[in-house]
C-alpha cells in the first residue's frame, strides 16, 4: 500500500539529488540547450519556484511511501502546486524511483493523492508530461487523466 507524506526539510537535498539532474536532461531532450545550460536552467527555476524549499507557500512537496514493506522506506516523490481559487492542482513533478516502477506505485500514488485532495474540495489535478516519456502517458492515460493541449516550442536565433 502507497501513503502520502510532507517532505521533511532533511530530506529536500536528496530530492534535489534526484530532480535536477532528472529534469536537466528534459531540458537538454526538449529545448537543446547544451547539458551545462540545462542544469543551470534547471537550478534557476528550482530557486525560483521553491526559493523556501519544503516550506515554500503554495508548494507541496510529498514523499511516496511503501507502506507494507514496514520501514516506510521513500519510493518516490510528488510536488505540486495549489490554484486554490480554480480548486485545482496542478503536479509540477511525479517520480518513482526505478526499482519500483512497473509494479503499480505510481497508479496507487495517483489515486491517493486524488482521494486526499477530493477531501479538501480540489476538483481537478492538472500536469504536464514530456512527449517522449511514453510510461508516464500510459499511467496517465490509465488513471483517467485525458490531453487538454499540447506544448511546442522553437528555438529562435540558433543553427540548427
Known amino acids: ?3 502520502l507524506r510532507p517532505m521533511r526539510a532533511d530530506e529536500y537535498s536528496a530530492y534535489l539529488d534526484y530532480f535536477i539532474p532528472d529534469y536537466a536532461t528534459e531540458i537538454t531532450a526538449n529545448y537543446q540547450l547544451s547539458p551545462v545550460e540545462s ?25 511516496i511511501i511503501d507502506s507494507i514493506s514496514g520501514d516506510d522506506s521513500i519510493i518516490g516523490y ?9 480548486r485545482s492542482v496542478h503536479i509540477s513533478d511525479f517520480h518513482i524511483f526505478a526499482a519500483h ?5 505510481g497508479k496507487e500514488a495517483l489515486a491517493a493523492l486524488e482521494l486526499e ?3 479538501t474540495g480540489v476538483t481537478q489535478i492538472k500536469l504536464r508530461v514530456a512527449e517522449d516519456n511514453k510510461r508516464a502517458k500510459h499511467l496517465y492515460d490509465v488513471s483517467g487523466f485525458h490531453v487538454t493541449g499540447v506544448n511546442m516550442s522553437k528555438a529562435i536565433g540558433m543553427k540548427s
Open 117 to 119: 485532495l477530493s477531501k
Open 1 to 3: 500500500m502507497i501513503s
Open 39 to 63: 542544469r543551470l536552467q534547471a537550478l534557476r527555476e528550482i530557486d525560483e519556484d521553491l526559493p523556501q524549499g519544503v516550506a515554500t507557500p503554495g508548494q507541496v512537496l510529498l514523499c
Open 101 to 105: 516502477q512497473g509494479k503499480g506505485y
Open 78 to 86: 510528488l510536488w505540486y502546486r495549489s490554484d486554490i481559487s480554480a
